[in-house]
């Protein structure tokens, strides 16, 4: 079993940057897909980001891509999800999610076993 927990959200203004962290614990997240996903009131759940743990490639899905970054401190079992430039279409719950595989499948939230219970991300005009 693995147990994630969120956190670093909040309200900023358009143009502001949060920091989210995503913590692993129970099994160690080695041989995972880690992913972010966010869902906006009235929206279905989307694919924002994703990694394999160890490796320095990361996905970012075209609607985030030049302003959030992906990252991971595998020493601490913590990934991370930098958003800059953010605006007001960015707010939504942010969840973090995990998958044992050898590979990060499609960002699809039915691909992924482990979530965390999200956190509130709100960005004002």
């Known amino acids: 079993q693995v147990q994630l927990v969120e956190s670093g959200g909040g309200s900023v203004q358009a143009g502001g940057s949060l920091r989210l962290s995503c913590a692993a614990s129970?099994?160690?997240?080695?041989?995972?897909?880690m992913g972010w996903f966010r869902q906006a009131p009235g929206k279905e759940r989307e694919g924002v980001a994703a990694?394999?743990?160890?490796?320095?490639?990361?996905y970012i899905a075209d609607s985030v891509k030049g302003r959030f970054t992906m990252s991971q401190d595998n020493a601490k079992n913590t990934m991370y999800l930098q958003m800059n430039s953010l605006n007001p279409d960015d707010t939504a719950i942010y969840y973090c999610?995990?998958?044992?595989?050898?590979?990060?499948?499609?960002?699809?939230?039915?691909?992924?076993?482990?979530w965390g219970q999200g956190t509130q991300v709100t960005v004002s005009s």
């Open positions: 129970g099994n160690t997240v080695r041989r995972f897909c």
């Open positions: 990694a394999y743990t160890g490796s320095r490639g990361t």
């Open positions: 999610a995990a998958l044992q595989t050898s590979f990060c499948p499609p960002l699809t939230p039915p691909a992924f076993s482990y």
